[in-house]
T-cell receptor, first 114, second 114 residues
Framework: DTAVSQTPKYLVTQMGNDKSIKCEQN?????MYWYKQDSKKFLKIMFS???????INETVPNRFSPKSPDKAHLNLHINSLELGDSAVYFC?????????????FGEGSRLTVL | AQSVSQHNHHVILSEAASLELGCNYS??????LFWYVQYPGQHLQLLLK??????LVKGIKGFEAEFIKSKFSFNLRKPSVQWSDTAEYFC????????????FGTGTLLAVQP
């Protein structure tokens, strides 16, 4: 069983479109995250939810909207896609906040905007 | 604000050579330190972590890291690398605060030649 699973793994779309990436974790963790990895492999946190409550919201364009229907799911919706949104998006989860929890990552969703 | 520096962007070694990857962080308070590895086409996996106690931390696959507080460093070491260690290595830090926000370095690409 995959601990943190993301769909789709690959996404190719045109500028201006709207797309969503879904994430599910079966580890029973309370906290979930979205990270963006750019073409230079730099990983930057975007959002974090703890038990469906938003706790980290970095400086991300408001075209990006996370949604957590329950603590096992954290989806990412992106409106009006731009070329610069091309990246690999990683979902992650951890057992705890407060720095104690190891992050478990999904396999990533590679988004290409043409 | 916290930041993490990995000075070696690309390291090429022959099998059986010893490895040391540098990691320095900037933060004056208590920190938790991590090394993650990303094998080609895969998700990030935890290699090792330091929260407190013995500053020499042993991880999986023969890796270890030493926390030197006075130097704000957490260098990763392995006495003898294998071809299968070819991967991207990321150092990361959080401040143990309420949000478990993990800040990553820019990564070091290790290529081990057989």
């Amino acid at each position: 069983d995959t601990a943190v699973s993301q769909t789709p793994k690959y996404l190719v779309t045109q500028m201006g479109n709207d797309k969503s990436i879904k994430c599910e974790q079966n580890l029973g963790h309370d906290t979930m995250y979205w990270y963006k990895q750019d073409s230079k492999k730099f990983l930057k946190i975007m959002f974090s939810y703890n038990n469906k409550e938003l706790i980290i919201n970095e400086t991300v364009p408001n075209r990006f909207s996370p949604k957590s229907p329950d603590k096992a799911h954290l989806n990412l919706h992106i409106n009006s896609l731009e070329l610069g949104d091309s990246a690999v998006y990683f979902c992650a989860s951890s057992q705890a906040t407060g720095g104690a929890g190891e992050l478990f990552f999904g396999e990533g969703s590679r988004l290409t905007v043409l | 604000a916290q930041s993490v520096s990995q000075h070696n962007h690309h390291v090429i070694l022959s099998e059986a050579a010893s490895l040391e990857l540098g990691c320095n962080y900037s933060y004056g308070g208590t920190v938790n330190l991590f090394w993650y590895v990303q094998y080609p086409g895969q998700h990030l996996q935890l290699l090792l972590k330091y929260f407190s106690g013995d500053p020499l931390v042993k991880g999986i696959k023969g890796f270890e890291a030493e926390f030197i507080k006075s130097k704000f460093s957490f260098n990763l070491r392995k006495p003898s690398v294998q071809w299968s260690d070819t991967a991207e290595y990321f150092c990361a830090v959080n401040d143990g605060g309420a949000t478990n926000k993990l800040i990553f370095g820019t990564g070091t690409l290790l290529a081990v030649q057989p």
